[in-house]
């Protein structure tokens, strides 16, 4: 199983694979610019390989096999020669599955990412809430990596990062930067209890990691209220539909204080999508929101509504707005995506503005 196992890293590394799935009654998976492709020279795997992978990626640790036994889910990193993966264990009909995230070594380059700059200008705002959000492998955590980075050579701050795993790994440069693992056997056990801590560390700037309920949210918040930076993620599909996905963690009687501290402290949301291009390559597609009065006004309101914050960034342009139907459009018109996925991303009533966008700009460029 040992050879086998280097021979499906090998191969998901030349490949440039995001994940290898393993699952029982089938071949091992790899998924490559957001397909699945089997890789057909290997056997098919039944539970007891799959057992055997654990035991292999665990190391046979005591501690860690007893905690997935009794809770049916485990996330642990794994390290293969110079390689570093995020690997997760679930079970299915009783029968272990596994997914192995790859994680890139090399840091990433903000100008490489297809975010507008007023994105990276934000970060050199002393105190705020922003947030970058999107389905899982939408590149979250490669947006905040590169937004550290920026940080980090620019400015001497303390910058803390709360992650699980950790992902890319920062040197320190202008700034100085503490990193913590998530998790039960990480540095910290939740993402709460990190962010409470952080208070006590003197940072400039925290990242967090992922904001998945109420405690964290709280935490969240307050950090941003006492005059730090702070960045996080939500898996929210757009800019609007973070903001409502924060006031629902609260019951309605709360929400209006919520409201106040929501529309002070949130500065800026970025909402990303990962579409897959005519060469088999990844493109981003980036939804940017800048909170301003008028829209802390529209978060204030006793009803918060959605579709009123969309029709607002499609004004919104001078100001810093991107909206997910330009951002389709330019797309289009740069021949990333076919005009057919970028009609799948919208709902029907903003297909016809992202029909004529299209049009103005093709008729612009024969001109």
């Known amino acids: 199983m040992g050879d086998m196992l280097d021979m499906i890293f090998e191969q998901a590394i030349a490949r440039d694979a995001s994940d290898i799935h393993f699952l029982s009654g089938s071949k091992p998976l790899l998924r490559i610019s957001k397909e699945l492709v089997y890789l057909d020279m290997m056997p098919e795997l039944g539970a007891n390989d799959l057992k055997m992978i654990i035991n292999k990626i665990t190391d046979g640790n005591a501690k860690i096999l007893q905690l997935l036994d009794e809770t049916r889910i485990l996330d642990i990193n794994y390290k293969y020669q110079e390689h570093r993966f995020r690997v997760n264990v679930s079970y299915s009909m009783d029968v272990p599955t596994i997914t192995m995230r790859i994680i890139k070594d090399q840091l990433p380059i903000y100008d490489t990412l297809n975010l507008p700059s ?6 050199i705002k002393s105190q705020g809430l922003i947030l970058v959000t999107g389905k899982p492998g939408s590149g979250k955590s490669t947006t905040l990596s590169a937004l550290v980075n920026e940080i980090n050579e620019s ?3 303390k910058i803390l990062m709360l992650e ?11 700034s100085f930067i503490v990193q913590k693992e998530v998790g039960p056997f990480g540095d910290c056990k939740t993402w709460h209890e990190g962010v409470r801590n952080s208070l006590r560390e003197d940072c400039d700037v925290l990242v967090v990691g992922e904001i998945r309920d109420r405690e964290t949210m709280d935490a969240t918040l307050e950090m941003a209220e006492t005059g730090h930076l702070v960045l996080g993620t939500l898996h929210t599909n757009s800019c609007a539909e973070t903001i409502d996905r924060i006031i629902s963690f609260y019951p309605t009687e709360e929400q209006p204080t ?9 500065k800026l949301v970025v909402s990303q999508r990962m579409l897959r291009g005519g060469y088999g390559n990844l493109v981003m597609i980036p939804e940017v929101l800048v909170v301003d ?9 006793e009803k918060f509504n959605n579709i009123e914050v969309e029709d607002a960034m499609q004004s919104g342009r001078e100001k810093g707005d991107l909206s997910i139907v330009f951002s389709l459009a330019e797309a289009v018109l740069q021949n ?32």
């Open 336 to 367: 990333k995506i076919t005009i057919e996925q970028a009609y799948k991303e919208v709902d029907f009533r903003r297909q016809e503005l992202l029909g004529r966008i299209i049009a103005a700009g093709r008729q612009r460029r024969m001109y």
């Open 293 to 301: 009065d008028h829209i802390g006004g529209m978060i204030k309101k």
């Open 258 to 266: 919520i409201k106040f501290i929501v529309s002070n402290v949130l």
């Open 164 to 174: 699980s795993p950790i992902e890319y790994v920062h040197k320190n440069k202008r």
């Open 155 to 157: 400015e001497s701050k």
């Open 118 to 123: 007023n994105v990276k200008d934000f970060t």
